[in-house]
């Protein structure tokens, strides 16, 4: 009789293993998920301080400079956390429309157009929404 508890007692804790391994995958996929949408949170935040820079750039061109640098670095952060391949996209298109907009003040646009910037944001919100 003792053996037979034991075999259950195996086999409850098996099947209890066995249901707890796709509850952690699971759990790794909202935990990547969540950290997709804090970081385009962070990135939205960072668009609205480009956006509020290049509106007040005479008064200091520095600030558009550290806002791109704060949503490259969330780019950086997001894409090092993601393996999904429309995230992906949507980290590039905004890394690339960041960098037009660097290339803009570079070249002594004042007032650059942020537009792709913002649309890229928008939809790495979407993408990261689950």
Do not use: F, H, Y
Not at 10 to 34: F, H, R
Not at 38 to 59: F, G, H, M, P, Y
Request: hydrophobic content about 40%.
């Amino acid at each position: 009789m003792a053996s037979s508890r034991r075999r259950i007692s195996t086999a409850i804790a098996l099947a209890g293993l066995a249901l707890a391994v796709p509850l952690a995958a699971g759990c790794s996929a909202v935990d990547k998920a969540l950290d997709c949408v804090q970081t385009a949170d962070a990135i939205a935040d960072s668009v609205t301080e480009l956006k509020q820079a290049v509106d007040t750039a005479a008064n200091d061109p520095t600030q558009a400079a550290e806002a791109l640098d704060s949503i490259d670095q969330n780019l950086d952060e997001i894409g090092d956390k993601t393996d999904n391949a429309d995230v992906n996209k949507a980290v590039d298109d905004l890394g690339k429309a960041v960098d037009n907009v660097r290339q803009a003040i570079k070249n002594g646009d004042e007032t650059p157009d942020i537009t792709p910037v913002t649309d890229a944001a928008g939809e790495l919100t979407k993408v990261c929404t689950p």
